[in-house]
């Protein structure tokens, strides 16, 4: 039930990169369930995970494994998210680790695991081990379509997308997503992994990827809640015909960053528009705050309201809800009368009222639109943020009700 989700696209090889998918029973026979990206020598990794303190054994994993030495393996799984699982899902993580290094001749810590599905089930280590070998066996350098799919769980179709290089950015950016509920990033159930031949320092490539993340994967949610194992990855192999980026003041550097955001945007959205039980789109967008994270704060208050969300499902415009919802977001000393509110452009109230000019006709008429943008001034700054969020169907309910059947 993905709102105006456009198809997957044609996703761009990345030079020195391999991607091999396969099915390993993971949870469901014949389903593919495993993938694996081979990184080249001198690639560098920046990663961002979830905040949420119970994470998943592969979540602390990977985050030890990056300290210790440079990346060469991605390893994910679906159908299970190896979370809630203890010392033994640790060290069912170690091993999977462990068998990928051997099979591929490298150390262990050179291999960042991850995982999602079903929280709190022993992860079958036996059948990821048994893929292993037909997973090398299925890299190659355009497997990213195929990746695609393999890493999702609830999602009904799989998000990616790619820049290709021109002449003012001769490199490529190609990035995939899963994620269609436990949807609300505090990096960062949802998983990303980007990558692109441009030559990138480090350290750089470290907060070009926070920033983009908290301009995208950080203003998206579904449901409210963190899932235990998000994460998202930028890989740079450098081997892009360029000199390396690694200077700020670079103009270069801002153009990838400009790149780099918009394609995590795309992603995000991607996400969104794929809610579980989705049937509308909607940016909540408020304006005229203190301060950026204040005018956030009030966003998430009304994405997250069960009854705004179904009020929009039921295409009711059921404004009263949305005010309320930002009356108890703690701005304690919100002047309500300075408060605006506009649905698609049509002006719903103001000064702490409906507004004199709204027929109720209009916002029926409104909120019949798959894609809304509840539009909030508030009146006391020049500050703005927005995110993005769902609906509340019949659907979600069901889905999650049913998710371990």
Known sequence: MAVNLAPLPPLLPVSGIRVGTVAAGIRKVGRPDLTVFELPEGAVTAAVFTQNRFCAAPVILARRHREAAEARYFLINTGNANAGTGAPGLAAAE???EALAALAGGAPETVLPFSTGVIGETLPVDRL?????AALEALKPDGWDAAATGIMTTDTAPKGLSLAPDSDHPYTLTGIAKGAGMIRPDMATMLSFIATDAPVAPALLQTLLREAVDRSFNRIT???DTSTNDAVTLVATGQAPMALLEDRQDPRVEA???RLSSLCRHLAQSIVRDGEGATKFVTVSVAEARSEEEALQA???IA???LVKTALFAGDPNWGRILAALGRAGI???AVEGVRLEINGLLIAEGGALAPSYQEADGAAVMKAPELTLSL????GGAAGEVWTTDFSYDYVKINAEYRS
């Open 95 to 97: 091993r999977c680790c």
């Open 129 to 133: 081990e048994a893929a292993l070998p």
């Open 222 to 224: 579904i449901d409210g």
């Open 256 to 258: 990838f960053a400009a």
């Open 299 to 301: 966003a998430y208050t």
């Open 304 to 306: 997250h309201s069960p």
């Open 332 to 334: 304690d000393d919100l």
């Open 377 to 380: 001034a508030l009146g006391r």
